[in-house]
Every structure is written in structure tokens, then in C-alpha cells.
């Protein structure tokens, strides 16, 4: 079997006091988190750890909304495994990944966040003195909140964090990625990591990368450090050498998809690289393909074809290489994406400075949408967000992109245009400072500088300036002015 690679990211809590009326794992009835009857005391609450300690109970499904835990241990001495397909899980105090069991192998701790939400409000810890992984994939978002995230705690720690898709986010006070003294591994497979943009944390990921901790699809592609696209924030991704188009784990619309990869250099100078391909909704890709995954493309030298999509499918995708070598073919990783209808992007651009004018300010409004029409047109709407009290905006229509709107008294004013294809909505916000004067508003200017000789402030140099420095003229303030009169 050609398996994409994937390791479950270890989340180890540090221990802080015992709770009484721990509720186990024993998936009894179901393999459902919502049946008590498959908790040794009773549906989790906020009040009780949490512990997945047995290698033989069935894998648990978070199948609900609200779900709470004080302590979450998965991999408590003897295996346990946690998937969030959907719904969202709170953990109040510590979460541990790999909790006690050294060298466990399949029977380590393993927590697999492929959709829904998983928040830890305080440790994250993966490998605490055992053996677990963290897997972020698809539409998962793991939240660490309030305290930072640690991988491979203690010596006998073992801790893997795999982001195949989805996100994983380092918030404040738990925004940096702690890598112990333990086995600590980061691989991107076509999932984000972000933290807070501080130069510690810049050093330490970049030290990390140097080390071959943190790699992308299994060391074969580069790790991607990204401090501009967010203010304030590191992102982090992984990108293959074939560079595959759409990106690995991307949504794109549906119907006829373009897929591209980069094809690597040839061994033998002159001898082009050939490549199998193989398209499909299943991620499992036996060698030679199967009816789920079939191939598409047998031994051709090319670099791109165009497949057809279904919209809510995700598929998934593999270009498998020949060099021309007894090794041949070398199977490439396996990329996926979800088919759909597109969110509208939409565009209000910068924020404006404004002044009123015999009492009003007329602002003119520039809504860019770009949508892929798979569904029906798309409607607008613009809206007013909020305005200094007291204060009105009128819309001269806000039912089309580009429109005017009249502000009536000075301060902030945020509207809003969304645009609705009928079952996604896509937003942008644009700030309006409106001033009492065009003078006040060129201060607020970034980079504004004063005319010299404009002495009172008005933003232009004339008589009154001038009798400014008349009255002025010969005037001394310093320690050592002799008295000219």
C-alpha cells in the first residue's frame, strides 16, 4: 500500500492535581461520544478528566457540539484514540497526547482532528512521557489557548504532529511550539500552523527546520515560513517539489479541474521523466491503482490533465515517477482537495479619510466580488456596521457594488459589504474617518508633515502666518537672550 503520511500530534497536559469522578473510554454500545453508556461515569463534563487508556475500546467519535472535558488524556498507559470528524470539544485545563506509555508503537496515544473544533484553553502537550500523535487534516482546526504547546516533555517522550490539512493555531499566552528534550517531530503535509510573530519563536522554528524536527511530506519538501500574510503572526506550510496544482488540501470549484505538478529532472540528461497518475475519492492507493482510486495517466511525459469534479467531493491524487531507474516508479504523495461551490471573495479596499462639507461628507463606495458562478448570481448588500452616536449614514443604494454614502457628523464609521451566491456569504469590512475640515483630515494622513512657515496649523502659509512671525520677530526664549529693548 502507498500511504500518505500521517502521524498523530501528541498534546501533552502537565499535570495539575488530581479530579475526582474521572470518566473513561470503554466504548461499550458505540463508538459515538455522546452515549454514556460508552463512559465509565457518565458523559464528560467540565468538571472531570477525561482519559483514553485502553488499546482495545473502540476508536471514540466526537459526534456533538459542546462537548467539555476538564483534563484530556489520550494514551493514558495503554493506547486510546480520539477522531473529531464535526462538532467541538473544550478542554479546560491540560491536554495530554502520550501520557505515561514509552515505545508504545500502535498502541501509543492518538488524536485525529479532521473536522469540527478542538480547544485547549491551557498545556498542550504531545509526548508528555509516552508516545502520541496530534493529526490535523481536512477542515480540523485545533485552538491552544492561554498557555503554550510542547512536543516530547519529558525524556521518554515521544510526540508527532502531523498537519496534513486543516489548522492549527498558537494563540496568545500559548503562542510558542515547545520542543523538549523528548522525540518531537512537525511534518506539513498540507495543513497550517500559526503562532505569534516574536524573534524567539522565529528562532526557534527556523533552528528547528535546520534540525530536521519540523519537515514537509516527510522531509521531501520544503517548509514554507511565512511573516507577512498575517499581522502579527508566523505561518507555517509545507509545499512538495512537484508544486501540485490546486494546492494539497485546497478547495476549488467544481466541474473541470486542472491538475499541474512540476516534473523533476531527469537522471538521464536528454530522457524525459514519465509519470503515472492516479485520481479518485478514496485515499487508499494500492500499487497499480484500484477501482476507487483508478489511474488516469500511465508513463507519459506530462505535467498536467484536466479531471472532472462533483461538487461536496473531496478527492485525492498521486503522480507516481519514472527516472528510468531499477527503482522505478517512485510514488509521489498523495494530494487531495474538496470540490465546491466557491465562498464569494470580496474586495471594499483601503480604509478612507474623509471631511465634511457644508455639513455632510460624500464617500464614494468600490465593492470588487469575484465569484465562480457556480451557483446563482450573486446579490450585494452594503451595511453599516457602526458610526459615532448620534451620527447617520445614508446609502444611496446598497444593493449594488459601487455606490455613495453620505456621513453626517465627524469620527468612525465601519461598513460592511457582503455578497451571498445563494449559499455562501463572503464579506469585507472598510473604515471611514470622516474629520471636521480637509485640514484635520490631511494630519490624519500617515506621513503627514507641516508646510514650514505654516504657523498656526491650517495647513497653508499666508498673512496670517506671517503676522504670526511679525509679532513675533525678535523675540527671544533662550537661558542667555540679552533684553533687546
Known amino acids: 500500500m502507498k500511504n500518505r503520511i500521517v502521524s498523530c500530534l501528541v498534546v501533552i497536559l502537565c499535570l495539575a492535581g488530581g479530579l475526582q469522578a474521572d470518566t473513561r473510554w470503554v466504548g461499550t454500545q458505540s463508538n459515538l461520544w455522546s452515549d454514556p453508556a460508552n463512559w465509565s461515569n457518565g458523559l464528560p463534563n467540565a468538571d472531570q478528566k477525561v482519559i483514553f487508556a485502553s488499546a482495545t475500546a473502540p476508536e471514540c467519535i466526537l459526534d456533538i457540539v459542546g462537548a467539555q472535558a476538564k483534563q484530556l488524556a489520550v494514551g493514558d498507559n495503554s493506547g486510546g484514540r480520539l477522531r473529531l470528524t464535526a462538532g467541538t470539544l473544550s478542554v479546560v485545563d491540560w491536554t495530554i497526547v502520550g501520557y505515561a506509555q514509552s515505545n508504545a508503537g500502535e498502541q501509543a496515544g492518538h488524536l485525529v482532528v479532521e473536522g469540527g473544533t478542538l480547544n485547549c484553553q491551557a498545556r498542550l502537550y504531545l509526548g508528555f512521557q509516552g508516545e502520541g500523535d496530534l493529526t490535523v487534516d481536512h477542515d480540523g482546526v485545533v485552538n491552544v489557548y492561554n498557555q503554550a504547546a510542547g512536543i516530547g516533555q519529558e525524556k521518554t517522550g515521544n510526540g508527532n504532529l502531523y498537519l496534513k490539512g486543516g489548522t492549527m493555531n498558537l494563540w496568545a499566552g500559548g503562542s510558542s511550539l515547545n520542543l523538549y528534550t523528548g522525540k518531537a517531530h512537525v511534518d506539513f503535509s498540507g495543513g497550517t500552523l500559526t503562532f505569534t510573530n516574536t524573534s524567539q519563536n522565529r528562532d526557534n ?281
Request: net charge negative.
Open 205 to 485: 522554528i527556523n533552528r528547528a527546520i535546520t534540525d530536521r524536527i519540523i519537515t514537509a511530506y516527510d522531509g521531501a519538501g520544503k517548509v514554507i515560513v511565512d511573516t507577512t500574510s498575517k499581522a502579527g503572526r508566523i505561518v507555517l506550510t509545507g509545499l512538495h517539489p512537484f508544486q501540485p496544482v490546486p494546492m494539497d488540501s485546497s478547495r476549488v470549484s467544481a466541474g473541470a479541474v486542472e491538475l499541474q505538478w512540476t516534473l523533476p529532472d531527469p537522471c538521464q540528461p536528454g530522457k524525459p521523466v514519465l509519470v503515472d497518475v492516479y485520481f479518485g475519492t478514496s485515499p487508499d492507493f494500492p500499487v497499480g491503482g484500484s477501482l476507487l482510486t483508478p489511474q488516469i495517466i500511465s508513463k507519459k511525459g506530462v505535467s498536467s490533465t484536466v479531471v472532472q469534479t462533483l461538487p461536496k467531493t473531496r478527492y485525492y491524487w498521486a503522480v507516481d515517477t519514472y527516472y528510468g531507474n531499477v527503482t522505478d516508479p517512485v510514488f509521489g504523495p498523495i494530494f487531495s482537495f474538496v470540490a465546491d461551490n466557491l465562498v464569494p471573495t470580496v474586495t471594499v479596499g483601503e480604509d478612507v479619510i474623509s471631511w465634511l462639507k457644508n455639513g455632510t461628507a460624500q464617500v464614494a463606495l468600490n465593492g470588487i466580488v469575484t465569484d465562480d458562478g457556480f451557483l446563482k448570481p450573486y446579490t450585494v448588500n452594503w451595511s453599516v456596521v457602526s458610526a459615532p452616536a448620534g451620527a447617520t449614514a445614508v446609502l444611496a443604494n446598497a444593493k449594488v457594488n459601487n455606490t455613495a454614502v453620505t456621513l453626517n457628523a465627524t469620527g468612525e464609521y465601519v461598513l460592511k459589504l457582503e455578497a451571498n451566491d445563494g449559499e455562501y456569504t463572503g464579506s469585507d469590512t472598510l473604515t471611514i474617518n470622516v474629520y471636521k475640515d480637509s485640514c484635520e483630515a490631511a494630519k490624519a494622513v500617515p506621513g503627514y508633515q507641516p508646510l514650514p512657515g505654516d504657523l498656526n496649523g491650517d495647513c497653508i502659509v499666508n498673512n496670517a502666518d506671517l503676522a504670526i512671525l511679525q509679532s513675533n520677530w525678535l523675540k527671544c526664549n533662550a537661558l542667555d537672550c540679552n533684553d533687546v529693548n
